[in-house]
């Protein structure tokens, strides 16, 4: 524990790696900025929601992924973790931070892969129920509200996860995308394919804790693996609202390992 920022919302037990956590509030590794008081709002530090979402060189949709975070009327926290970005992308992430206690920057020196900031992000998170938005794209008004209402009044609801749009890298509209609303609609998805947008999903703890989260073996489809295994020990539930504006990306992630997923 020794060595960590004041400014860190976290009990030690919650992360993987001190040596590499920043300053939730300045992005400063290891300790305070000048002029950064470390006080914590009071709706921020009880977060029903904790959003997760890994960062490797997102210019120049980041600060608009973060700010559609943002905007939801629910306490949340977002646990962004710059995964040793080389493009700007820090110093927005440390600005941010710096103006909104409810943002929690890690940060990796060198970049370790999704799975390993996924990973962090899931330990360092301290909502009961956690989602997923990733860097370049855009979280749609009202979709955390829907999804948490959803998991509040199922408590057997592990899993759930909302239609999507695609959009283009000039925000331009590509089509709508419709995902399995039951359960066991998704469970025969999933036999062809994958069948959920990782970055329209919210999980329940709980069952994260129960089946383990996601799996370095399984990259690139380790939200898939992790899918199966969440319903496999409860109810997924699919809400029919377009919750993500997914980017088509040519140098996303998804995009580069589509042969391979």
Not at 146 to 164: F, G, R
Not at 218 to 224: G, R
Not at 230 to 249: A, E, M, Q
Request: glycine content about 8%; overall charge negative.
């Amino acid at each position: 524990t020794e060595g960590w920022c004041p400014c860190l919302r976290r009990p030690p037990r919650r992360c993987r790696r001190a040596s590499r956590t920043s300053c939730c509030r300045c992005g400063t590794p290891g300790g305070l900025r000048d002029g950064c008081t470390g006080k914590v709002d009071i709706v921020s530090s009880t977060p029903l929601v904790s959003v997760v979402m890994p960062v490797f060189n997102a210019m120049p949709y980041l600060a608009a992924s973060v700010e559609s975070v943002l905007s939801c009327g629910l306490p949340l926290e977002l646990v962004a973790v710059d995964d040793g970005s080389t493009d700007g992308s820090s110093k927005v992430l440390a600005r941010m931070a710096q103006a909104d206690a409810r943002i929690t920057l890690l940060r990796h020196d060198a970049n370790e892969g999704l799975v390993s900031s996924l990973l962090d992000g899931v330990v360092a998170s301290a909502a009961p129920l956690i989602a997923r938005l990733d860097a370049d794209d855009v979280c749609r008004s009202g979709r955390l509200e829907h999804q948490y209402a959803a998991m509040l009044d199922d408590p057997d609801l592990v899993l759930c996860w909302t239609d999507y749009e695609r959009i283009g890298l000039a925000d331009e509209p590509l089509g709508i995308v419709r995902s399995p609303r039951s359960h066991e609609a998704a469970v025969l998805a999933l036999s062809n394919g994958n069948a959920i947008l990782h970055s329209s999903v919210m999980m329940r703890r709980s069952a994260l804790d129960l089946v383990g989260t996601y799996s370095a073996e399984a990259y690139p489809a380790e939200d898939y693996d992790l899918w199966c295994r969440l319903l496999s020990v409860g109810r997924g539930r699919g809400l029919p609202i377009v919750g993500v504006g997914y980017r088509v990306n040519p140098a996303g992630i998804s995009q580069r390992n589509i042969e391979l997923q």
